[in-house]
């Protein structure tokens, strides 16, 4: 287990200045080849993971907030659906981020994720996020218009601007006890293809498949770029972004797990601690309850 802690920590982007994407394989395994072992190593990390956000839900005093980013096909929905598996639902809530409603394009940007984040002892999902302010709206920057922002308040520098009020929001939950992990999920190109061809080939897997998928992968090089630019504008030592090697699903889900246990971990996280006056009301309890035996 102490080896998995390490094994996030490769993947860790902490400043992201001289971040390049070319850098990290998404067929990457970290030399763990056999399927079978991330799969066992993966359970035990499950029931650390169950352990520790016991203790966060009874300490009540932190919060986690989990965001997952990548392109379609990379696996977001079943890494979520599989690290989260053993959490208790009770300490954990899970959001998936669409197009933005009608009213939510009259709002801020940042504002119908900020309803969303977890209260104290919980840890909260994000499945896309605020993120794609900087990623499809600039790959498609005609989505501006829908968001009714002033023309004079869009200019060349709107981007950074994004860049640094989302580092200030982030620095902000941070100082109030809410921590935040993020998540890349860096997927190749003909592993997406092999993907998408899976959704047309396999009835069960139709009701995946979207032709908008397809347009936007014609996209691909802006998005990959508006990715590297994101990581390393936004990744910081109190809000790092996780570059996770999407191409072979045990592996990302392995390194998820150890990623968000390390988190866990750092946080000293313990068990209420019982006082005397409180000792001597389970006593009191316990005797009561013992006399009516």
Same mark, same amino acid.
């Given at each position: 287990? %102490? $080896?998995?802690g390490k094994l996030a920590k490769a993947y860790c982007v902490e400043r992201g200045k001289h971040f390049k994407l070319r850098d990290f &394989?998404?067929?990457?395994?970290?030399?763990?080849?056999?399927k079978?072992? /991330?799969? /066992? /190593? =993966? *359970? %035990?990390?499950?029931? *650390?993971?169950? !352990?520790? $956000?016991? %203790? =966060?839900?009874? *300490? !009540? $005093?932190w919060a986690v907030l989990l965001i997952f980013q990548g392109m379609d096909a990379s696996g977001k929905d079943g890494v979520i659906k599989h690290v989260m598996a053993g959490v208790n639902p009770m300490g954990? *809530? /899970?959001y998936s981020f669409k197009a933005p409603s009608s009213e939510e394009q009259q709002h801020d940007y940042l504002w @119908?994720?900020? $309803? @969303?984040?977890?209260e104290r002892r919980r840890i909260g999902i994000f499945n896309r996020s605020y993120y794609e302010e900087v990623l499809i709206v600039r790959v498609h920057p005609d989505l501006l218009q829908n968001e009714k922002i002033p023309p004079s308040l869009i200019t060349k520098k709107i981007w950074e601007e994004r860049f640094e009020d989302m580092c200030a929001f982030e620095r902000?939950?941070? @100082? #109030?006890?809410?921590?935040? @992990? %993020?998540?890349?999920? #860096?997927?190749?190109?003909?592993e997406q293809a092999r993907r998408f061809l899976a959704r047309l080939d396999e009835p069960e897997k139709n009701w995946k498949f979207s032709a908008a &998928?397809?347009?936007e992968r014609e996209y691909w090089d802006d998005y990959m770029h508006a990715y590297e630019d994101m990581i390393q504008n936004t990744a910081t030592p109190a809000a790092p972004w996780y570059v996770v090697p999407a191409d072979n699903k045990w592996f990302t889900r392995l390194l998820v797990a150890s990623a968000i246990i390390d988190t866990l971990e750092k946080l000293n996280l313990s068990y209420p601690k019982v006082d005397a006056s409180r000792r001597k009301e389970l006593e009191k309890a316990r005797k009561f309850l013992e006399g009516k035996h």
């Open positions: 287990m %102490k $080896q998995l &394989d998404p067929a990457d395994t970290a030399g763990i080849r056999s079978e072992h /991330a799969t /066992a /190593a =993966l *359970q %035990k990390s499950l029931e *650390q993971l169950a !352990d520790l $956000q016991n %203790k =966060l839900y009874a *300490q !009540d $005093q954990c *809530q /899970a @119908r994720t900020m $309803q @969303r984040i977890p902000y939950l941070t @100082r #109030n006890g809410i921590v935040v @992990r %993020k998540f890349f999920l #860096n997927l190749s190109k003909k &998928d397809i347009h």
